[in-house]
């Protein structure tokens, strides 16, 4: 059977940061803009094709009121996203553009938290190689999250990124 692509099975292992943004919903209210770490491997599966998964960590600082008054809290959500990635290599696979699609398990540590259970999630980026093996990428991604049906919490991940290639060609 001949098939459109040959498999490649290549490993991408990626490091980024930037900031967590609550895009809406009332469950977010509270929220602010807050420092994110994400950490994803990637699974090349085809030339175009890629398996996704990893954990993002959001260090959240909301305001926890009570009849008491208002105290600054912190709170590190934990992302854990999973997905299909479209690649489209440019200039002989130098740069690279990326969309995709999958879900993600939000978990926030409060015991009685309504935060926590499934996300749907879209996400794509950008990547440049540094080096003429293109092992090392410096990339953007930008990750947007949000619960299915009626929108009750949605956020947006924009992260700057190292991708580490140990096998690529």
């Known amino acids: 059977m001949l098939m459109a692509q040959d498999p490649v099975f290549t490993h991408h292992i990626r490091a980024g940061f930037g900031p967590s943004i609550p895009a809406g919903g009332y469950q977010t209210g509270d929220f602010s803009v807050s420092p994110a770490l994400d950490f994803n491997y990637g699974l090349r599966v085809f030339r175009h094709v890629q398996l996704d998964g990893g954990v993002a960590l959001d260090f959240q600082k909301y305001q926890d009121c009570s009849r008491f008054g208002c105290q600054d809290e912190r709170r590190q959500l934990t992302f854990i996203p999973a997905g299909l990635r479209g690649v489209l290599p440019l200039h002989e696979g130098r740069f690279e553009l990326s969309a995709g699609v999958g879900g993600a398990y939000l978990h926030d540590p409060l015991p009685y938290s309504y ?32 619960d299915l049906g009626r929108p009750t919490q949605q956020y947006v991940m924009l992260t700057v990124g190292f991708t580490w290639c140990p096998n690529c060609r």
């Open 115 to 146: 935060l926590s259970g499934g996300l749907f999630q879209i996400y794509g980026g950008a990547s440049g190689a540094l080096d003429r093996e293109r092992r090392y990428h410096l990339d953007l991604l930008a990750r947007y999250m949000r």
